[in-house]
Nanobody, 122 residues
Framework: QVQLQESGGGLVQAGGSLRLSCAAS????????MGWYRQAPGKQRELVAS??????NYADSVKGRFTISRDNAKNTVYLQMNSLKPEDTAVYYC?????????????????WGQGTQVTVSS
């Protein structure tokens, strides 16, 4: 069993900052990628930022304001969000693709966190 435990959401004024954390726990060999998605009311879930061993990727709307980082020893990914705007208001979901190895298989499995609300007031 694998779990993703998120923390760090909340209410902040425009221009403020928040830091999200997501820790992966359970039985897996390694993390292939970790990232953050968000979903605002009435909108589709969208990628905010992701990180792999090759580098990082950001949505255009957050470039220069958000920073994703990773602690491999703790299987934890962080999202530092600065200069927040009201349009950043959404439920933020942690995503992880993990390498899971059994006696007869090796496969990449995808997991989602429960989501954390980020609300930016104007």
């Amino acid at each position: 069993q694998v779990q993703l435990q998120e923390s760090g959401g909340g209410l902040v004024q425009a221009g403020g900052s928040l830091r999200l954390s997501c820790a992966a726990s359970g039985t897996f060999l390694s993390t292939v990628s970790m990232g953050w998605y968000r979903q605002a009311p009435g909108k589709q879930r969208e990628l905010v930022a992701s990180t792999t061993s090759s580098g990082t990727n950001y949505a255009d709307s957050v470039k220069g304001r958000f920073t994703i980082s990773r602690d491999n020893a703790k299987n934890t990914v962080y999202l530092q969000m600065n200069s927040l705007k009201p349009e950043d208001t959404a439920v933020y979901y942690c995503n992880a693709r993990l390498l899971v190895v059994g006696t007869t298989y090796a496969r990449i499995e995808e997991y989602w966190g429960q989501g954390t609300q980020v609300t930016v007031s104007s």
